[in-house]
Nanobody, 120 residues
Framework: QVQLQESGPGLVKPSQTLTLTCTVS??????????WNWIRQSPESPGKGLEW??????????YYNPFLKSRTSISRDTSKNQFSLQLAAVTPEDTAVYYC?????????WGQGTQVTVSS
């Protein structure tokens, strides 16, 4: 059974860098048939739905949402089977539930999500 678990701070101050980690079990982040994604949902903009932030592939290649690209970085630690998100210069508009998710033909496995609040 594939499981994903997000971890990181629940509260971040404006202008700081948010770092979240996703720990994967039951699959390898070097698997060639899936990709590993960060997605968020903001309570401030429920009508926006889920916002895809970026992805890291089996060989470490990364791709980002163009609207967030300048502030977003995704990396991985294959020895720990983890991948991480860094979001720089956060503002209150970055307050959201952050999810990591595996994508094959569809997003088939998700973490439970972690609430991140940006506030001073």
């Amino acid at each position: 059974q594939v499981q994903l678990q997000e971890s990181g701070p629940g509260l971040v101050k404006p202008s700081q860098t948010l770092t979240l980690t996703c720990t994967v079990s039951g699959d390898s982040i070097t698997s060639t048939y899936v990709t590993w994604n960060w997605i968020r949902q903001s309570p401030e903009s429920p009508g926006k739905g889920l916002e895809w932030m970026g992805v890291i592939t089996y060989d470490g290649s990364t791709y980002y949402n163009p609207f967030l690209k300048s502030r977003t970085s995704i990396s991985r630690d294959t020895s720990k089977n983890q991948f991480s998100l860094q979001l720089a210069a956060v503002t209150p508009e970055d307050t959201a539930v952050y999810y990591c998710a595996r994508e094959g033909e569809r997003y088939d496995y998700w973490g439970q999500g972690t609430q991140v609040t940006v506030s001073s």
